[in-house]
């Protein structure tokens, strides 16, 4: 059953972003590696970017809500030892 509590939407969001700041650094990355002045001309590329992966990693947090813990975003159950 999906829940979408407190828990849950606080880990959905770090982990939004941590994904918007991997997608963020790939932009840049990429950018440096082209020796274009992309992002200096057109600072959307970066936003889309840093948006873009907030969004994706959202909609996965939703996607998998239910599939492992109780208001946990993630696909993989917890285990105790």
Same mark, same amino acid.
């Given at each position: ?19 918007? /700041? ?5 932009? @840049?990355? &990429?950018? !440096?590696?082209?020796? =274009?002045? +992309? %992002? /200096? ?5 970066? @936003?889309? &970017?840093? !948006?873009?992966?907030? =969004?994706? +990693? %959202? ?23």
């Amino acid at each position: 059953m999906k829940t979408f509590g407190r828990n849950f939407w606080r880990q959905a969001f770090e982990r939004a972003v941590k994904t918007a /700041a991997q997608a963020g650094l790939l932009a @840049v990355g &990429a950018d !440096a590696a082209n020796k =274009l002045p +992309s %992002l /200096a001309h057109n600072p959307g590329v970066l @936003v889309s &970017a840093l !948006a873009g992966g907030a =969004l994706v +990693s %959202l909609l996965t947090s939703l996607a998998t809500a239910g599939v492992g813990q109780k208001d946990d975003p993630s696909a993989v159950a917890k285990t105790t030892p």
